[in-house]
């Protein structure tokens, strides 16, 4: 099946690509719910732009009965986490708008959105999940803080920075999300984490990502760790938690949300 890719520019100029209900709902239900998809990272080393700006499972949510929307991250040489590159933060205003009229064009209630991503998606589902009125954050090994996470493992992406950036305008970066949570008057009902204590990169997020949540407080975080011996890495606790992550899909787009069947 070919995809086709829309537009969107917000009105600060800043245009979006995104690919809207390739696998459209089946009925009145699907019909009122609404399910956004971030990126993940993509392979900066490949000329490939499917494989350097990869949608998350495309084709892999294709049963789940809502309205989707693929947002694409596809400035600069990864994407610029959808904030903005050189110390803007123009993509992020563009986004809360596009989502914003997407939810009021849909008529959806905040309750039937539900914000989606792995790693880089991960944080972004987080920090519009605490901007955006929205019932869950579905997310899998997110980052939360940009400054350890691109100076030790991804240094390429510096140039979301501002140019030539000083300790003091990097630390925006390494606290921003905290930022957005602890402050948030926007806070989603509900908050999924799937993560491990193997990921090389846990160390530095996790923890820290689940205490700003809880002392934040106002939602239910549920977090699953996937500890077993063949998790070895940041890389592989996704492909090794899809079981879960997408039960938990599931069961946020099922009507057995409404029936509280599982808690």
């Known amino acids: 099946m070919s995809f086709s890719e829309k537009n969107y520019t917000g009105s600060n100029g800043t245009s979006l690509t995104y690919i809207e209900d390739p696998y459209p709902f089946e009925n009145s239900i699907g019909e009122t719910k609404l399910l956004i998809i971030f990126q993940s990272l993509g392979d900066e080393k490949t000329d490939d732009p499917v494989k350097r700006y990869p ?3 495309l084709s892999g949510l294709r049963y789940f009965n809502c309205r ?9 040489i990864v994407g610029d986490y959808y904030l903005g590159s050189k110390g803007e933060f123009k993509t992020k205003e563009a986004v809360i708008e596009f989502i914003s009229e997407k939810i009021k064009e849909y008529k959806i209630i905040s309750d039937n959105v539900t914000l989606f991503g792995f790693s880089k998606g991960g944080y972004a589902s987080l920090m519009f999940g605490y901007e955006l009125n ?3 954050v579905i997310c899998a090994v997110p980052q939360f803080d940009l400054v350890k996470w ?3 493992f991804k240094k390429h992406l510096a140039y979301i920075y501002p140019e ?8 925006i970066y390494s606290t921003y999300l905290h ?8 806070i989603p009902k509900r908050v999924y984490l799937i993560t491990s204590h193997n990921d090389d990169t846990y160390k530095d997020h996790i923890p820290p990502l689940i205490s700003a949540i809880t002392n934040r407080g106002g939602c239910r975080l549920k977090v699953f760790h996937n500890d077993e011996y063949f998790v070895t890495r940041h890389n592989n606790v996704v492909k090794n938690s899809m079981n879960e992550i997408l039960a938990i899909l599931s069961y ?6 409404k029936l509280d069947f599982f808690r």
């Not at 030539?164 to 630390?171: G, I």
């Not at 930022?179 to 926007?186: F, L």
Request: charged content about 40%; glycine content about 2%; aromatic content about 4%.
């Open 55 to 57: 949608y998350t499972l």
């Open 68 to 76: 989707k929307i693929y947002i694409k991250d596809d400035k600069e």
């Open 164 to 171: 030539n950036a000083n300790e003091s305008q990097k630390l």
């Open 252 to 257: 946020e787009l099922s009507e057995l949300k």
């Open 179 to 186: 930022e957005i949570i602890s402050n948030s008057i926007r």
């Open 150 to 152: 691109i100076d030790k």
């Open 134 to 136: 929205v019932g869950a």
